[in-house]
C-alpha cells in the first residue's frame, strides 16, 4: 500500500490510498484500488476500524 497527503488549492487535505496487485500479477507493480478521504469520511473509516478490531 502507498499512502500520501494531498493539499489542494484551496487548502483542503485528504488522505489518497493506493493498494497493488499481487507479486504474481503480470504488470507491475500496476495499482488496483485508489481512494481519497476527506477528514470526515477519514473519521467514519476510522470508527468502522474501531468497532470491527477494537
Keep these: 500500500m502507498f499512502y500520501q497527503v494531498v493539499t489542494t488549492g484551496d487548502g483542503r487535505r485528504y488522505l489518497h490510498l493506493t493498494t ?3 507479486n ?3 504488470a507491475t507493480p500496476k495499482s ?23
Design 24 to 26: 504474481a500479477r503480470v
Design 32 to 54: 488496483s484500488q485508489s481512494i481519497q478521504l476527506d477528514a470526515k469520511m477519514a473519521e467514519e473509516l476510522l470508527r468502522l476500524l474501531v468497532d470491527t478490531f477494537g
Design 20 to 22: 497493488f496487485g499481487s
